[in-house]
């Protein structure tokens, strides 16, 4: 968990407070989580950009304020359970923080960026110019879901490339399209009508077509309702989503399906655990 509508949320809460921000200190509790290529400098740097990708959010950092040169860049990826918070004051780091940037905004005040992380599994990067894409992840990322990148001939032929996998291994897969986790997956094969067990070989281009617009609906909600919060994400802010609000199949097993009133199920597909209607998605297609 955070995937992309997560992330997205992230560097849209922090990108207003971090732009311009100097970055006076870096102070490691757990310096494990921490790879560095190179030696490219982020002490007494500036930061000019928030992007992301996937599920990596990216902080670009310039020599000065005015952006004369992109020097280097600090990439996040929260995995399970990471957080990136900001303080505007300061307070002991909490348990759990890895990572503390100190950092000074425009006027000289002092701020904080932490990288929280339970599980340990999060990383921090500090990287030289395009250093990104000597991370293998990264570097084998597919097409952001919202872009005109990611084409219906795209996904047809990512499908035809793998006929024995199942529809949500293929969706799961960061090369086939960026940042769809398992939270998005579930729910777009739901609104798809695509049992997530279903063969690829399976697909007609229609249901292929249908499935490409459920994911890009999935993913776009999922952002403008600022994420799913279950038990660990929150924004940049410490502020929870509402997307779970919104969740039609994904841990409701159990309960009834919002279209046919069918109990909802729980089963294991590439690894995961999924949730589906056995009504809405059938595994045999019908004549």
């Known amino acids: 968990m955070p995937e992309l509508p997560e992330v997205e949320t992230i560097r849209q809460s922090l990108s207003p407070l971090l732009l311009s921000c100097e970055v006076k200190e870096i102070e490691?509790?757990?310096?494990?989580?921490?790879?560095?290529?190179?030696?490219?400098?982020?002490l007494n740097t500036f930061?000019?950009?928030?992007r992301r990708r996937g599920k990596y959010l990216l902080l670009d950092l310039s020599k000065d304020r005015s952006v004369s040169q992109h020097v280097s860049t600090i990439m996040v990826h929260f995995r399970m359970t990471g957080k990136l918070l900001y303080k505007d004051s300061f307070e002991e780091a909490a348990k759990h923080t890895h990572v503390r940037f100190h950092l000074s905004d425009e006027s000289g005040e002092k701020r904080y960026l932490d990288f929280n992380d339970v599980r340990?599994?999060?990383?921090?990067?500090?990287?030289?110019?395009?250093?990104?894409?000597?991370?293998?992840?990264?570097?084998?990322?597919?097409?952001e879901p919202?872009?005109?990148?990611?084409?219906?001939?795209?996904?047809?032929?990512?499908?035809?490339?793998?006929?024995?996998?199942?529809?949500?291994?293929?969706?799961?897969?960061q090369e086939v399209v960026a940042g769809v986790g398992n939270i998005y997956c579930d729910e777009a094969l739901f609104r798809?009508?695509?049992?997530?067990?279903?063969?690829?070989?399976?697909?007609?281009?229609?249901?292929?077509?249908?499935?490409?617009?459920?994911?890009?609906?999935?993913?776009?909600?999922?952002?403008?309702?600022?994420?799913?919060?279950?038990?660990d994400y929150v924004d940049g802010l410490g502020n929870s989503g509402h997307f779970q609000l919104q969740l039609k199949v994904f841990q409701r097993e159990g309960e009834a399906c919002h279209v046919c009133g069918s109990e909802i199920?729980?089963?294991?597909?590439?690894?995961?655990g999924t949730h589906f209607c056995p009504v809405c998605q059938p595994l045999e297609k019908k004549d």
């Not at 930061?47 to 928030?50: E, K, M, Q, S």
């Not at 999060?122 to 110019?129: A, M, Q, S, Y």
């Not at 279903?198 to 600022?226: F, M, P, T, Y």
Request: aromatic share 8%; with cysteine.
């Open 28 to 42: 490691m509790f757990c310096p494990e989580v921490v790879i560095q290529y190179g030696d490219a400098p982020v």
């Open 47 to 50: 930061i000019f950009d928030l």
């Open 120 to 143: 340990r599994f999060g990383r921090v990067w500090l990287l030289p110019p395009g250093g990104e894409k000597l991370d293998p992840g990264f570097s084998r990322l597919g097409p």
């Open 146 to 173: 919202l872009s005109a990148e990611w084409t219906a001939a795209n996904f047809f032929s990512q499908i035809k490339r793998r006929p024995r996998s199942t529809v949500k291994a293929l969706l799961l897969n």
């Open 192 to 231: 798809a009508g695509i049992h997530p067990a279903s063969r690829n070989e399976s697909l007609s281009e229609s249901d292929a077509l249908r499935l490409q617009e459920a994911v890009r609906e999935v993913i776009a909600e999922g952002i403008g309702h600022k994420g799913t919060s279950f038990s």
């Open 265 to 272: 199920e729980k089963i294991r597909v590439a690894g995961r």
